[in-house]
């Protein structure tokens, strides 16, 4: 018997006024890229004023991050929210010289795949969520971002 493929249901959000943000597309295609299990999520790209609310007060840092992962349930289903901070986002593909494109899809295939249960708290799971990252990323033609720094 053939198992069926993860579904998606993506909410796709943009409060922030940054330009040159990646499409509900791109983001749609990105995310779908890290599915493993069905999933229901709200993509929503801020900008600092949120992205540092958000982090202060469900992680107690004081800053904004590039991206943040809500889990509200699962599995069979995870359900969740993903925050990408834009205007953290495109500083550090310009301090990094990475690819703009390319660190967006990073971004989101991380969250997802911690929606989904993936971690990087020891390094066990770090080198796994990693090795993760990078066999998605590859698939969608993007390099590997953690070969890239060397």
Not at 42 to 58: H, K, Q, S, T
Not at 101 to 118: D, E, F, I, K, N
Request: include cysteine; proline fraction near 5%.
């Amino acid at each position: 018997m053939r198992r069926r493929s993860p579904r998606l249901e993506l909410d796709f959000q943009v409060a922030t006024r940054c330009r040159d943000l990646p499409s509900r597309e791109d983001c749609l295609a990105w995310a779908s890229a890290a599915l493993e299990h069905d999933c229901r999520v709200a993509l929503r790209i801020v900008g600092m004023p949120e992205g540092r609310a958000l982090n202060r007060d469900f992680r107690a840092r004081d800053y904004a991050t590039n991206v943040l992962t809500f889990v509200y349930a699962g599995p069979p289903v995870f359900e969740g929210d993903l925050a990408l901070c834009a205007p953290v986002v495109k500083r550090e593909a310009r301090l990094q010289g990475l690819d703009a494109t390319a660190h967006w899809a990073h971004l989101v295939v991380h969250g997802m795949l911690h929606l989904q249960g993936y971690d990087h708290e020891d390094q066990g799971d770090a080198e796994r969520m990693e090795r993760r990252e990078a066999q998605i990323l590859g698939e969608l033609g993007y390099p590997d971002p953690y070969r890239m720094a060397a």
